[in-house]
């Protein structure tokens, strides 16, 4: 086991230092070291990592890991290997807080991107719960991926229908729609990282009951979890995670589908285990998918998450392909 | 009790009152919605006025409901019908609620198909190429999805629908390359027809996609019981005589074809399927032919009623039905399952 | 006739094999009862005897044709088979599944003939479930859906049945209502009965014939009697038993002493 966490974690690092080094063009592990340690103001290279290439190299580590332990998450509360965060209804009330954002009131996706759609995310989130939750607290799971997928069948179509109106938009919400890390200053990703690590940090002690989670409701209880508490909490978490994710780097939840199967293929079924291994998993996916995104066509660029689903989709299916599941 | 059997001869059924009788409900309601759909418009003509109308075979108000019209409202409602059967046939087989013709990438399939056409061939070569593409890249992904799900000669709805999932976001991300990459108008007019419309149906449409459909249904109904065994154990359907593997391959394939019919008329508004079999599921608790009956009545009244608000709501604007579907839909849907969580 | 028999049966799943060349005579008209312990195999031979496991190796013949090649349906209508615990359809009544037991007689026209309605009202009285006929079954306790289940498997009207313990989940009074049925089945009808039991002493109070096994291997096969001896549940099970005869009917009942080390 501890083998396999430090070669993930090695190729997480050396997933990243490729992001650093890769793109239209290319730096040396010198010009690197140099940006990262002794930083001058005048030199290309160095502005050119620390401007726009670190930025992007820790928005895709943050956003791949964010999304991949908040679908791992769902995946475990509802017991549905269809759940993703998307689910819960994230990415179409970021997008419409983005879209009503910048065709009501005409806010710039760039600058405030960010705030509407961490804000949409959390609200529709808070919503979903709310409506499962009617009725003395009796949220059972499939109540609430019921509640998610048709309230975020409601935002995307008030979403789609302002665009449809209004297309001036339509091609900086469709790059968003696609997913993108770049553009952004490395000062504008704190919060995004900061957040992503606290929630992170805060999870870990709760990791061993949601082992208990996974063996069903009933056995749950008999064992003496508190259930309800349980799942609201790795709901939270998931909100948290993936709508900090989505707001930064645009609506790639795809990665939270994906990486919880394949992680618990190579990993075992220990939340322990593989809810970091996913963590790693989902970093290293959008991490390839952005550099691979910045080469194919260069100078032009693919959307990440595009790029992202032709990496990760055959590799998804030819794991699944492989491995076998006892039941089924 | 209100059962009811009926024996000709050869021919047997057991008919529970119940669940048809609720089936029926959504059939009238159906009705109902058609009738008001053929009402109403840029001209709102009364239902005596149409009728007459009609009988006079000729004029302004028998032009109005018979070409702009009523071709448009059939058009909607064999989508709406199809796209809910397919989601309930494939809720049955993949033994998951969340299930609907996105899970097998069917939509994917379509819309990669048809914004490669737009990319490509700019819409030239007649009316037909669009709805062949769809339903062509339909097929073509959900075969890929069949085989590649494959082993031993049997195929597990989970690895269906894992399967699915991955060549649907495949699928999803082509469409996406394209339109970014592609050229400027191409996402405008290919994004129309993403977000699903019955736009400009004329009687050549409602008929061809009709005939197509009723030649699946022709196949589909007598599957529809072994729909009803999906959910059982494999070991034992298999006790029973069902050759699981046969019949898990048929249903998929019917509910491949009508999802993917609708789609290439209807564009991708897959919503229909997911949540049609659910309001059905809700409303007729008891699973069987009336609970799909139901399904379809839902799923046509929800498509009819979603293109009645896109073309009259927003005058002059005509919008597409499918962003009204999930609009009509999901309160709805909201509302149920509120109003469900009080009584139990 | 309806004979059915195991040859040269080699069975396993993927790479593992459970059962290895076992050959099996099942006596027509009669109740055979397998018994073993965990993981002895018995389950998988059931499986391979109601055609739904195939063998990597020898054949189960059913009146002298290969199981694996006759059509499904057919076999349907001369043999029933019953899983452990199959999973519950939601929103079905129990009158539905009930009925499923007659699909192999129906085609897509006829689908409730006279004949069904009568199998399918006597299959619910007969397990005692004519009372929940309109009941959802995942409403139902455990017990009665077990019930529904052996009532599914005799509105087959087969003359074999297959039951892969029919009896866990049911409270003292109900097991001997199955066992009973059973029994009346085969007694009025010259049904052929094989059934996995875990209970011994029922096993030896209803079951003309017992089959034990262990690891893949029948161990002793014959009457009660001469199964039931303290030697062979202790090859069987590792029990150290003493039998006596059963206060009520005399057949040979074990009484555990501990576990053979």
């Known amino acids: ?328 | ?344 | 006739m309806t004979s059915i028999r195991a040859d040269e049966l080699t069975l396993g799943y993927g790479r593992k094999t459970v059962v290895e060349g076992l050959t099996l005579d099942v006596p027509d008209g009669a109740t055979t009862v397998i018994i073993g312990g965990n993981g002895s195999g018995k389950s998988t031979l059931l499986l391979a005897l109601g055609r739904l496991l195939v063998p990597s190796r020898g054949r189960v013949l059913l009146a002298g044709a290969d199981i694996q090649r006759s059509p499904t349906r057919e076999i349907a209508r001369r043999l029933a088979l019953l899983p452990q615990q199959p999973r519950t359809p939601e929103a079905m009544t129990v009158r539905q599944l009930v009925a499923l037991g007659r699909h192999p007689y129906q085609s897509w026209l006829a689908q409730w003939s006279q004949r069904d309605e009568r199998m399918v009202e006597r299959a619910m009285q007969r397990a005692d479930v004519a009372d929940l006929a309109d009941r959802v079954v995942d409403t139902l306790s455990g017990g009665q859906r077990q019930r529904v289940w052996i009532a599914l498997a005799v509105a087959q009207d087969t003359p074999l049945l297959l039951l892969d313990e029919p009896i866990s989940f049911l409270d003292p009074a109900h097991q001997l209502d199955v066992l009973d049925l059973l029994r009346t089945l085969n007694r009025e009808t010259r049904k052929t009965v094989v059934m996995v039991l875990h209970d011994l002493n029922l096993a030896a109070r209803y079951g003309d014939h017992i089959i034990g096994m262990r690891d893949g291997r029948i161990v002793a096969e014959g009457t009660p009697e001469t199964v039931m001896t303290a030697d062979n549940v202790r090859a069987i099970f590792d029990l150290v038993c003493r039998i006596v005869p059963d206060p009520c009917v005399g057949t040979p009942m074990c009484v555990p002493v501990g576990r053979a080390l």
Request: hydrophobic share 60%.
């Open chain 1, 1 to 328: 086991m501890t083998t396999k966490a430090f070669g993930l974690l090695l190729a997480v690092i050396c997933s990243a230092l490729v992001s650093l080094a890769a793109g239209g063009h290319w730096l040396g592990p010198e010009a690197i070291w140099h940006a990262l340690v002794m930083p001058e103001a005048d030199n290309i290279d160095d502005l050119l990592i620390r401007g726009t290439r670190a930025s992007r190299t820790l928005i895709a580590l943050v956003a791949g890991a964010s999304l991949a332990v908040a679908g791992g998450l769902i995946q475990t509360v509802t017991g549905n290997p269809l759940a993703s965060p998307g689910i819960l209804g994230i990415n179409a009330g970021a997008l419409l807080a983005l879209v009503a954002g910048a065709g009501l009131l005409s806010l710039p996706l760039a600058g405030s991107g960010y705030v509407a759609a961490l804000l949409g995310a959390g609200l529709t989130c808070g919503l979903v719960w709310l409506i499962a939750m009617q009725g003395a607290g009796r949220a059972g799971p499939l109540r609430l991926v019921l509640a998610g997928a048709a309230l975020a069948a409601l935002f995307n179509a008030i979403s789609q229908a302002l665009l449809v109106v209004d297309q001036q938009g339509l091609d900086a919400i469709l790059v968003w729609m696609a997913g993108s890390v770049a553009g952004h200053s490395l000062t504008g990703v704190w919060p995004m990282l900061v957040g992503a690590v606290v929630v992170m940090a805060l999870g870990v002690p709760f990791l061993r009951h949601l082992n208990v989670l996974s063996a069903g409701e009933q056995t749950a209880r008999t064992v003496g979890a508190r259930v309800r508490g349980l799942q609201a909490i790795a709901l939270l978490a998931t909100a948290l995670l993936a709508g900090n994710a989505v707001a930064m780097a645009g609506s790639i939840a795809f990665v939270g589908l994906i990486v919880p199967h394949l992680a618990r293929r190579l990993l075992g079924s220990d939340h322990r285990c593989w809810l970091p291994g996913a963590a790693a998993l989902g970093a290293m996916l959008l991490l390839w998918g952005d550099i691979v995104a910045r080469l194919v066509i260069a100078p032009r660029e693919v959307p990440v998450g595009v790029a992202m689903t032709l990496i990760g989709v055959p590799f998804f299916i030819g794991l699944i392909r492989m491995t076998g599941r006892p039941h089924g």
């Open chain 2, 1 to 344: 009790m209100g059962d009811m059997t009926i024996r000709l001869a050869g021919y047997s059924r057991r008919i529970a009152w119940r669940p048809w009788r609720l089936a029926g409900l959504s059939l009238l309601t159906c009705v109902v919605i058609a009738l008001v759909s053929l009402a109403c418009g840029r001209v709102w003509l009364p239902p005596g006025e149409w009728l007459a109308g009609l009988k006079r075979g000729e004029g302004a108000i028998w032009l109005i409901v018979t070409q702009l019209r009523l071709p448009r409202v059939v058009l909607a409602a064999e989508v709406g019908g199809a796209l809910a059967l397919s989601g309930w046939i494939l809720q049955q087989v993949l033994r998951n609620p969340l299930a609907s013709p996105d899970t097998l990438g069917l939509s994917g399939g379509a819309s990669a198909a048809v914004v490669a056409y737009l990319a490509l061939a700019a819409g030239q070569g007649g009316a037909w190429v669009r709805p062949v593409a769809a339903i062509a890249g339909a097929l073509l992904v959900v075969a890929s999805v069949y085989a590649l799900a494959l082993r031993g000669g049997r195929v597990t709805p989970y690895r269906l629908i894992l399967i699915g999932v991955g060549m649907g976001a495949l699928a999803g991300a082509v469409v996406t390359l394209m339109l970014i990459v592609g050229r400027a108008e191409l996402a405008s007019s290919a994004y129309v027809w993403l977000v699903g419309s019955v736009y400009g149906a004329n009687r050549a449409d409602a008929v061809t996609l009709g005939g197509l459909l009723a030649l699946v249904l022709l196949f589909g109904v007598p599957l529809i019981r072994y729909a009803l065994l999906a959910p059982l154990d494999d070991a034992l359907a298999a006790g029973i005589g069902v050759s699981v593997p046969a019949s898990r391959l048929a249903l998929i394939g019917v509910a491949s074809l009508l999802a993917g019919l609708a789609i290439a008329w209807g564009g991708a508004m897959a919503f229909v399927g997911l949540f049609a079999p659910h309001l059905a599921r809700r409303w007729v608790a008891v699973s069987g032919s009336a609970q799909a009956l139901a399904a379809v009545a839902i799923g046509a009244s929800v498509v009819m009623s979603a293109d009645l608000v896109g073309r009259t709501l927003f005058l002059p604007l005509d919008l597409p039905a499918g962003i009204f579907v999930a609009a009509v839909g999901a309160p709805f849907f909201i509302g149920l399952l509120i109003r469900e969580t009080r009584t139990s």
